[in-house]
């Protein structure tokens, strides 16, 4: 092997280990980050946050599907279209048109709308994905009845309240049973 390929394999690894280490410090700001963005998404509206509960129970168990895929592409475009126009409107020395200023703030608005539906979608799979490994956890110590019951409480879940009274069952077997607690999102 030439001295090239050896430092190139070397710069992939340690660029590797970097990206690692910065996604690992990274996590909690953006998990916090996304839950602030999609609580400031409700406008403070205890009802529209009470969606995401709703939105949670019934999401258990299916595919996060397209949905994700789509609103991520949509808020790429419009913030890269947005950062295009001003770029060319920069480099030309020319006043933009008010076309193009409409467009480029259209586009900003776009890329934040996406971004904050991209936010509530995360949160609403965070809370589902946090049932499910309580109930995951926590099931080697329930009876199948009590897993069926408790199941049929989440599926009927409306509110935050429902939702940490649901997870509080399960929270309690796993706190009986001596386990340790996952975080909450």
Same mark, same amino acid.
């Given at each position: 092997?030439?001295?090239?390929?050896?430092?190139?394999? *070397?710069?992939?690894?340690?660029?590797?280990?970097?990206?690692? =280490? %910065?996604?690992?410090?990274?996590?909690?700001?953006?998990?916090?980050?996304? =839950?602030? +963005?999609?609580?400031?998404?409700?406008?403070?509206?205890?009802?529209?946050?009470?969606?995401?509960?709703?939105?949670?129970?019934?999401? %258990?168990?299916?595919? *996060?599907?397209?949905?994700?895929?789509?609103?991520?592409?949509?808020?790429?475009?419009?913030?890269?279209?947005?950062?295009?126009?001003?770029?060319?409107?920069?480099?030309?020395?020319?006043?933009?048109?008010?076309?193009?200023?409409?467009?480029?703030?259209?586009?900003?608005?776009?890329?934040?709308?996406?971004?904050? /539906?991209?936010?509530?979608?995360?949160?609403?799979?965070?809370?589902?994905?946090?049932?499910?490994?309580?109930?995951?956890?926590?099931?080697?110590?329930?009876?199948?009845?009590?897993?069926?019951?408790?199941?049929?409480?989440?599926? /009927? *879940? /409306?509110?935050?309240?429902?939702? %940490?009274?649901?997870?509080?069952?399960?929270?309690?077997?796993?706190? *009986?049973?001596?386990? +340790?607690?996952?975080? =909450?999102?």
């Amino acid at each position: 092997m030439n001295k090239k390929t050896i430092l190139g394999v *070397v710069g992939v690894i340690v660029l590797g280990a970097l990206g690692s =280490a %910065l996604w690992d410090f990274s996590k909690p700001v953006l998990s916090t980050f996304i =839950a602030s +963005i999609a609580n400031l998404s409700t406008l403070g509206f205890e009802s529209l946050r009470d969606g995401f509960y709703e939105k949670a129970a019934r999401s %258990l168990g299916r595919p *996060v599907g397209i949905g994700y895929a789509i609103t991520f592409i949509l808020s790429l475009f419009a913030l890269f279209s947005a950062a295009i126009f001003h770029v060319l409107s920069l480099s030309e020395k020319s006043k933009m048109t008010m076309a193009a200023k409409s467009y480029m703030m259209m586009c900003f608005m776009m890329a934040f709308i996406a971004f904050a /539906q991209l936010s509530q979608r995360t949160y609403v799979m965070q809370l589902a994905n946090y049932y499910e490994l309580l109930e995951v956890r926590a099931s080697p110590f329930m009876s199948d009845l009590e897993i069926k019951r408790t199941r049929a409480l989440f599926s /009927q *879940v /409306q509110t935050k309240k429902d939702f %940490l009274i649901v997870t509080e069952i399960l929270s309690k077997k796993l706190r *009986v049973a001596g386990e +340790i607690l996952p975080k =909450a999102p």
